[in-house]
């Protein structure tokens, strides 16, 4: 069975680093799967924070320049180093999988997902 864990989160101060990752297991093809990171604060909606395809790596605005995502696929290991943080930044963070793929050389095509359960992230002084 396929599943992701989230780990690294807890009490930052502003300015900060923190680095989260998200290690995989029970993935045959690990390689295959988009990786992104979400974050959900409390009363807020749910926000990409950074999603990685193709080997491009992209990022919320609100993250640009200060998060940076790190895929390790020998390692089965999804990262997130935040840097100067700010109390914006706390949320619950959730690593999230997603995969396309055929079983029948591409007459049709199944969607694979995967949620982490989540680390809680708190930047306060």
């Known amino acids: 069975q396929a599943q992701l864990a989230e780990s690294g989160g807890g009490l930052v101060q502003p300015g900060g680093s923190l680095q989260l990752a998200c290690a995989a297991s029970g993935f045959t093809s690990f390689s295959s799967f988009d990786l992104s990171w979400y974050r959900q604060a409390p009363g807020k909606e749910r926000e990409l924070v950074a999603v990685?395809?193709?080997?491009?790596?992209n990022y919320a605005d609100s993250v640009k320049g200060r998060f940076t995502a790190s895929r390790d696929d020998a390692r089965k290991m999804w990262y997130l180093q935040m840097s100067n943080l700010k109390p914006d930044d706390s949320a619950v963070y959730y690593c999230y999988a997603a995969a396309r793929y055929s079983l029948d050389n591409g007459r049709t095509w199944k969607t694979r997902d995967y949620w982490g359960q989540g680390t809680q992230v708190t930047v306060s002084s």
């Open positions: 990685e395809t193709d080997g491009r790596t």
